[in-house]
């Protein structure tokens, strides 16, 4: 089984500022990494899939990278309604895991 | 615009059994691989299982295997789990969500499972 690593499990940042998330592999997964942003009493919602590609409708703050088996999502300038939690999720094999998430609070 | 709407959750005693749906809309549901998805009160999210666009094809999270099955209507565009032997650690919310092959890239807004005595 694949973990994924993600880190800090708490980011406190303030509206504005920029927002690095980090979720690392336990091994390699190519770049079949999808991002996933939750907010309290909603479902998840897709943000990049394969590392890198935004999906559609998400705004272009959004981005994703990696480097081996680690990846990266970015948010370039927090909006109110950007704090949230964030998971990481590979589909390079099964069975598929998901991140443990980091919440992006308000400081 | 996508839909995908779960029911069939509720309380049942360890050992009950439950069936969930998901009715799907907006979207050529045959051509998808279709997932659930749950989520236990105040934790992560954990993947369940997956049935591809070929019904034949399923993967299921270890735990759950033998106890649990997949299956689709694609002609109803409906989506089930089928949970046997349901166990205290099965409480959680269900997601039924539209797979982009194994990323679910549209989700529903679940439908509360919680087995206790």
């Known amino acids: 089984e694949i973990v994924l690593t993600q880190s800090p499990a708490t980011l406190s940042l303030s509206p504005g500022e920029k927002a690095t998330l980090s979720c690392r592999a336990s091994q390699s997964v190519g770049n079949s990494v999808a991002w996933y942003q939750q907010t309290p009493g909603q479902a998840p919602r897709l943000l990049i899939y394969d590392a890198s590609n935004r999906a559609t409708g998400i705004p272009a703050r959004f981005s994703g990278s990696f480097s081996g088996t680690d990846f990266t999502l970015t948010i370039s300038s927090l909006e109110p309604e950007d704090f949230a939690v964030y998971y990481c999720?590979?589909?390079?094999?099964?069975?598929?895991?998901f991140g443990g998430g980091t919440k992006v609070e308000i400081k | 615009e996508v839909q995908l709407v779960e029911s069939g959750g509720g309380m049942v005693q360890p050992g009950g059994s439950l069936k969930l749906s998901c009715t799907a809309s907006?979207?050529?549901?045959?051509?998808?691989?279709m997932h659930w998805v749950r989520q236990a009160p105040g934790k992560g999210l954990e993947w369940v299982a997956t049935i591809m666009e070929d019904r034949s094809r399923k993967n299921y999270l270890d735990s759950v295997k033998g106890r649990f099955a997949i299956s689709r209507d694609n002609a109803k565009n409906s989506l089930f789990l089928q949970m046997n032997n349901l166990r205290a650690e099965d409480t959680a919310l269900y997601y039924c969500?539209?797979?982009?092959?194994?990323?679910?890239?549209?989700w529903g807004q679940g439908t509360p499972v919680t087995v206790s005595s």
């Open positions: 907006g979207f050529t549901f045959e051509t998808y691989w």
């Open positions: 969500a539209r797979g982009y092959y194994g990323s679910p890239d549209f």
């Open positions: 999720q590979h589909r390079s094999n099964w069975p598929l895991t």
